[in-house]
Nanobody, 119 residues
Framework: QVQLVESGGGLVQAGDSLTLSCAASGLALSVYTMGWFRQAPGKDREFVSAEDWNDGKTYYADSVKGRFTIPRDSAKNTVYLQMDSPKPEDTAVYYC????????????WGQGTQVTVSA
């Protein structure tokens, strides 16, 4: 059973840095991508960043490109979201995501961690 445990959220000032962590357990070999989504109050959940475990390519939403990175510690099955120069509009609940793609796409989600960026 896949379990994703996020940590590292909190209050940060605009321009400072924050790192989120997502520790995964129960992963199968057929992981397609692992990454992050976020949901701000009153808005839909949106894609932030992900890594394709098959080729190592990383993907970023335009809104975070150049500011966020998604390093991974394979030995610990942990993925991070390094948030540099966060902005107030980055305030949201951040969710870790693991996606499998075998016959169909299957998503697993963490419980979410709140990030609040003050101006």
């Amino acid at each position: 059973q896949v379990q994703l445990v996020e940590s590292g959220g909190g209050l940060v000032q605009a321009g400072d840095s924050l790192t989120l962590s997502c520790a995964a357990s129960g992963l199968a070999l057929s992981v397609y991508t692992m990454g992050w989504f976020r949901q701000a109050p009153g808005k839909d959940r949106e894609f932030v960043s992900a890594e394709d475990w098959n080729d190592g390519k990383t993907y970023y939403a335009d809104s975070v490109k150049g500011r966020f990175t998604i390093p991974r510690d394979s030995a610990k099955n942990t993925v991070y979201l390094q948030m540099d120069s966060p902005k107030p509009e980055d305030t949201a609940v951040y969710y870790c995501n693991v996606r499998y793609r075998v016959v169909a796409v299957v998503d697993y989600w963490g419980q979410g961690t709140q990030v609040t960026v003050s101006a």
